[in-house]
């Protein structure tokens, strides 16, 4: 054998021996590895145990302050209702105060408001009166509204006719034809526009006067309307306060005196 296989020999006895040397490192650290992961397998089983036991503690709780919250909810509804039921007493209290002190003031001021109520009864007949005079009123303004508007369909008329003469003159003047006849009749429109514009302005005098009264006497209508009303409300008022002030039991008339009381 040769010097140069011998020294390819040697070197190769090396190489093989440093590679066992180092499979085995390897081997030696697979192993540590291995039991560092079954290590951390079981870390991670207790840490997964713990999660659970967590969630499941976790869980507990929340229906736990669900509970809590409902029974809150419940609690809070019961405070609301019994508010609003003192509310509503406190309310039906003082509505009976005031509907006392109300019937005794009522009590009261029902003798002057049976006085008053028997001044505006007595004022009956007048008020009649009134509503008649007020119809008759409007009749008249009504036919005075008619005849104004017939004046001013006249005077409206006659304005037309004396445009129409006036034009006939000036074609007539310019056609050289005899004018008397025109000037008359144009004369004549004129004075019977100037009657029926007076006759207008009387009609629409008399309108305006006669609106004038209407509404003096439907001012007058209306009082006695009001005060008739008011006369019948605080009959009834009256009425009804006797009734509500009646005792009960006694009909409405003394014991023993077989009348209604007054």
Do not use: W
């Not at 650290?29 to 089983?45: D, I, M, P």
């Amino acid at each position: 054998m040769s010097d140069d296989e011998v020294e390819t020999v040697e070197s190769l006895t090396e190489k093989l021996s440093l590679a066992a040397e180092m499979g085995a490192a390897v081997v030696s650290e697979n192993g540590e590895l291995r039991e560092a992961l079954a290590r951390q397998e079981s870390a991670c089983a207790d840490a997964r145990s713990q999660l659970a036991a967590l969630t499941t503690t976790l869980d507990r709780y929340k229906e736990e302050r669900q509970e809590s919250e409902i029974r809150l909810e419940s609690l809070f509804a019961e405070r609301t209702a019994l508010q609003k039921e003192l509310s509503s007493c406190q309310t039906a209290l003082a509505t009976a105060k005031a509907s006392a002190s109300d019937a005794a003031h009522r009590a009261d001021a029902a003798s002057a408001k049976l006085a008053t109520a028997s001044a505006d009864l007595a004022r009956l007949p007048e008020l009649t009166s009134a509503a008649a005079d007020a119809t008759e009123a409007r009749s008249a303004a009504a036919l005075a509204r008619a005849e104004a508007a017939a004046a001013s369909a006249e005077a409206d008329e006659l304005r037309a006719e004396l445009e129409r003469l006036t034009a006939a003159a000036a074609a007539a003047d310019a056609s050289g034809e005899s004018l008397a006849t025109l000037q008359a009749e144009l004369k004549e429109s004129r004075a019977n526009a100037v009657r029926f514009e007076a006759e207008r302005d009387a009609a629409l005098a008399r309108v305006q006067e006669l609106e004038g009264q209407l509404t003096e006497e439907r001012g007058t209508a209306e009082e006695m309307q009001e005060l008739l009303e008011h006369a019948r409300e605080t009959v009834a008022e009256l009425q009804k306060s006797m009734v509500s002030s009646a005792p009960a039991g006694s009909g409405g008339a003394p014991s023993g005196s077989g009348k209604p009381s007054p």
